[in-house]
């Protein structure tokens, strides 16, 4: 059974940071990502990192967020610095275990994640 389980999220001021993480029940998957949601809104990706480290980010991190994984610890992170109120959302982490998600990213199409964990909300006020 996969379970995808986030961490790291709370509440700081703008200009603050914080550090996600998320945790893998089984060995590592080849793609991992993060994504965010804000109630009403679509959810969208922030950034993946796949299993020989090539990685993606969405624009809007501009050298904000970095993504980085610990694959003898099935675990995954997102620094986060410099954080506005407008990164204020529901983070999730997501897990497959096909290629693609570093691609499908840099050419903005969708890739979809099989495994996704619960969320950890961020806020940012």
């Known amino acids: 059974h996969v379970q995808l389980v986030e961490s790291g999220g709370g509440s700081v001021q703008p200009g603050g940071s914080l550090r996600l993480s998320c945790a893998a029940s089984v060995a590592s998957f080849y793609c991992m990502g993060w994504y965010r949601q804000t109630p009403g809104k679509e959810r969208e990706a922030v950034a993946a990192?796949?299993?020989?480290?090539?990685?993606s980010y969405s624009n809007f991190t501009k050298g904000r967020f970095t993504i980085s994984r610990d694959n003898t610890k099935n675990t995954m992170f997102l620094q986060m610095n410099s954080l506005k109120p407008e990164d204020s959302a529901m983070y999730y982490c997501?897990?497959?275990?096909?290629?693609?998600?570093?691609?499908?990213?840099?050419?903005?199409?969708?890739?979809?994640?099989?495994?996704w964990g619960q969320g950890t909300q961020v806020t940012v006020s």
């Open positions: 990192i796949d299993d020989v480290g090539s990685i």
């Open positions: 997501a897990a497959d275990d096909r290629i693609g998600c570093i691609m499908a990213m840099r050419e903005r199409r969708p890739y979809e994640y099989r495994y």
